[in-house]
């Protein structure tokens, strides 16, 4: 698409601070990627409220639920890393309009399936897996387009994880409602919907090219090798990474299924679903704390700041009153936003362009893959030492993950960019 030297001016303007005032955020391409985001997130967190309602309204056993849900993960953490590869050749923004475009039509043949009365197994399965393709494809672009249409990327971060956390506790919401109203065909319809809107936005958005877009590129295993060693020579990224997938094995991959199961046996489902919301309600506020607060050393705040996940999971080993539930999912909710938004801010502004995209993608492959192994492993190891026993262990674990990134010099000393 051609755009003029007009346009690119026009953006630059855009990005150019008032005199003595913080730099505007609420630019014209930073307007569309936040309609963008918040759509999709909205549409994203609908799916398992939709799945759930269809697969077993149809007749089938809640374990499809779990086969479809499962697969759209394992299509996610196989393709992931090509995605940043793709988005580093072609750049970010032509694969997530592709992105979405290649799961627009899957969602919306699950609406029409699901209005009629069902579609077959193997074909939800299918089109469960091609979603998880697309959000592979799509997922590495974020990390890369927003310090390239944000002036301050730490903000930007924030703000997008407040609206993040009011959708996703808004689209289950709907989606039960829809749901209730009408099928589980309506709720793919919205889902459809809401990848249509992000896509014409990423269509819309004017992004000023840089060097490395008209890079001549090696092969897809030379650029994931040439990720590699730009990934390892970073010792707080993969400090931090390496940290993380302990934290991801023991304490955040058991804590989602363990505290439903938990929760759900001990005070009911509704009190897990005002959990959640809770939750959600704290990672907003712990955006709007990242919007306020800017540490020299965004890692090492970030770090204290998940003291407040071991609050929450000693308070679901105890066996604490319902309050001090709804408080501990509070806290830990607001912690672990404020980690995720310094996080996000470090990388973005610490690593190349050129890498970002592939940066992005070996960190959510990673997370995602010891969460996944945390989340099938609870079970049977809970059963075996007991379901609080294992929350408590994570508590303490936990603390000694904060202790780690703390302890490690080059993750505890680094800056702001």
């Known amino acids: 698409m051609l755009v003029t030297d007009n346009t690119y001016k026009s953006e630059a303007a855009e990005r150019i601070p008032a005199p003595g005032g913080p730099p505007p955020l609420w630019n014209r391409n930073f307007r569309l990627f936040f309609v963008a985001r918040a759509v999709a997130v909205f549409g994203e967190g609908m799916v398992p409220v939709?799945?759930?309602?269809?697969?077993?309204?149809?007749?089938?056993?809640?374990?499809?639920?779990?086969?479809?849900?499962?697969?759209?993960t394992a299509a996610f953490a196989v393709f992931v890393l090509f995605g940043g590869v793709l988005a580093d050749r072609f750049t970010a923004r032509r694969m997530m309009i592709l992105a979405d475009l290649l799961r627009l039509p899957g969602a919306w043949?699950?609406?029409?399936?699901?209005?009629?009365?069902?579609?077959?197994?193997?074909?939800?399965?299918?089109?469960?897996?091609?979603?998880?393709?697309?959000?592979?494809?799509?997922?590495?672009?974020?990390a890369s387009t927003i310090p390239r249409i944000a002036p301050d990327v730490?903000?930007?971060?924030?703000?997008?994880?407040?609206?993040?956390?009011?959708m996703t506790m808004a689209g289950p919401a709907a989606a039960g409602l829809l749901v209730a109203l009408w099928n589980a065909g309506a709720a793919f319809a919205v889902n459809a919907a809401a990848f249509a809107v992000s896509a014409l936005c990423f269509t819309l958005m004017r992004i000023v090219p840089v060097p490395s877009d008209t890079?001549?590129?090696?092969?897809?295993?030379?650029?994931?090798?040439?990720?590699?060693?730009?990934?390892?020579?970073?010792?707080?990224l993969w400090g931090v990474i390496s940290i993380w997938t302990v934290y991801g094995l023991t304490v955040a991959g058991p804590m989602v299924p363990?505290?439903?199961?938990?929760?759900?046996?001990?005070?009911?489902?509704?009190?897990?679903?005002?959990?959640?919301?809770?939750?959600?309600?704290?990672?907003?506020?712990?955006?709007?704390?990242?919007?306020?607060?800017?540490?020299?050393?965004p890692l090492a705040a970030g770090a204290v700041a998940l003291l407040g996940l071991p609050v929450n999971l000693v308070l679901l080993g105890?066996?604490?009153?319902?309050?001090?539930?709804?408080?501990?999912?509070?806290?830990?909710?607001?912690?672990f936003a404020f980690w995720l938004v310094m996080?996000?801010?470090?990388?973005?502004?610490?690593?190349?362009?050129?890498?970002?995209?592939?940066?992005?993608?070996?960190?959510v492959a990673g997370s995602l893959l010891m969460m996944g192994v945390g989340r099938t492993l609870s079970g049977p190891v809970a059963a075996v030492a007991?379901?609080?026993?294992?929350?408590?262990?994570?508590?303490?674990?936990?603390?000694?993950?904060?202790?780690?990134?703390?302890?490690?010099r080059p993750i505890r000393t680094l800056g702001r960019a």
């Open 215 to 236: 890079v001549e590129r090696g092969s897809m295993v030379f650029e994931l090798a040439l990720g590699w060693r730009e990934f390892r020579s970073r010792s707080w």
């Open 154 to 166: 730490q903000r930007a971060n924030a703000v997008l994880r407040v609206v993040e956390a009011l």
């Open 318 to 335: 105890t066996d604490a009153v319902v309050p001090l539930l709804y408080a501990g999912q509070f806290v830990g909710g607001a912690a």
């Open 50 to 72: 939709a799945f759930a309602a269809g697969l077993i309204g149809a007749g089938h056993s809640g374990a499809t639920v779990g086969y479809a849900l499962g697969l759209w």
């Open 109 to 142: 043949l699950l609406a029409v399936a699901f209005a009629l009365g069902g579609p077959p197994l193997w074909a939800v399965y299918v089109l469960s897996a091609v979603s998880g393709v697309g959000a592979a494809l799509f997922q590495p672009g974020v």
């Open 386 to 408: 007991g379901t609080e026993e294992v929350l408590l262990a994570g508590a303490g674990i936990a603390v000694l993950v904060v202790a780690a990134l703390l302890v490690v």
């Open 343 to 363: 996080w996000s801010t470090s990388v973005q502004t610490h690593v190349p362009q050129d890498a970002l995209n592939r940066m992005h993608a070996y960190d």
């Open 258 to 297: 363990l505290t439903a199961s938990l929760v759900t046996e001990q005070h009911g489902s509704a009190t897990y679903g005002v959990l959640m919301a809770v939750n959600g309600a704290g990672s907003a506020v712990g955006g709007l704390l990242a919007l306020r607060l800017r540490p020299v050393r």
